[in-house]
């Protein structure tokens, strides 16, 4: 490894925390616009689309979506290789301990946890918040705001994000039916995976001998893994009515990408002030 260009990696790194399907567009854009990105991940993320998450690295070692591969990396040694394979490197480091060794350009906290799990405004050099949980101009430069409808996307310098309602946003005139929450804790067996056609009240899951049902019919969009132990409660699924969008389940959202363009806007514009 040449010394000279693992600085430079550092110098103009960016650090993603997070690897769900939000954050991975995130990860895409800037990746695509040449960044050097590194993204952070938890032991075990409780990932819904899967199909479209970095995060899923996690787990399986490696990850594909739409043309970009992610890999695992034990060190940030390792992470400087994978990027120069053209690759994206996914750690394990739920507290981003890594960050105050690389110091990198920029942090981007895009858990989507809607509260801060420790992200400081003094990480980077540029600190950025996704969606609600943050305070631009106190624990982070500036918030994105995640919440659907006309703001979608817009980068806040001051104050916060819209709240977390805890509804789901209107898609095929559907909201809170599209997601499924688990109805005990136990051990998931899945029965429909994601991309398959579901009718309303069929079973696509089981947890022990509990059936888990979809509430609408339409296109099985996201599923947690297999064997996953949820806890009562938690967001197992969620159910597209769009039935004729199948290829969907495997591209990057519309609002992954308004968020990721908002993301891209403020780096540029607060490393260029």
């Not at 990860?27 to 075990?44: H, M, R, W």
Request: glycine content about 10%.
């Amino acid at each position: 490894m040449k010394k000279d260009s693992y600085d430079k990696w550092k110098k103009n790194l960016v650090v993603v925390r997070g690897g769900g399907d939000i954050a991975t567009g995130i990860i895409d854009k800037l990746f695509q616009s040449g960044f050097p990105v590194l993204v952070l991940e938890i032991e075990n993320p409780s990932c819904i689309r899967r199909t479209i998450s970095f995060c899923e690295a996690v787990f399986d070692r490696e990850m594909e979506v739409e043309g970009v591969l992610a890999k695992k990396a034990d060190t940030s040694e390792e992470a400087f290789r994978i990027y120069e394979e053209n690759s994206v490197p996914v750690m394990v480091d739920p507290e981003g301990r890594i960050i105050e060794k690389l110091k990198p350009a920029v942090v981007v906290d895009a858990i989507l946890a809607k509260k801060n799990l420790g992200t400081r405004i003094t990480d980077a050099p540029v600190v950025i918040g996704v969606g609600p949980g943050f305070d631009a101009g106190e624990d982070v430069d500036a918030v994105i705001e995640t919440k659907r409808g006309h703001d979608l996307g817009r980068i806040i310098y001051e104050g916060k994000a819209a709240p977390n309602t805890g509804i789901p946003g209107v898609i095929g005139g559907y909201g809170e039916e599209r997601v499924i929450h688990a109805p005990c804790t136990g051990v998931l067996h899945i029965v429909r995976d994601i991309g398959s056609v579901v009718e309303e009240n069929e079973v696509i899951a089981m947890i022990g001998d509990i059936p888990v049902k979809a509430k609408i019919g339409g296109v099985l969009r996201g599923m947690i893994r297999e064997g996953y132990r949820v806890k009562k409660g938690l967001k197992i699924a969620d159910v597209d009515p769009r039935r004729q969008q199948r290829e969907n389940c495997r591209k990057i959202s519309d609002k992954a990408r308004c968020v990721a363009g908002g993301v891209l806007e403020a780096i540029l514009h607060l490393q260029n002030r």
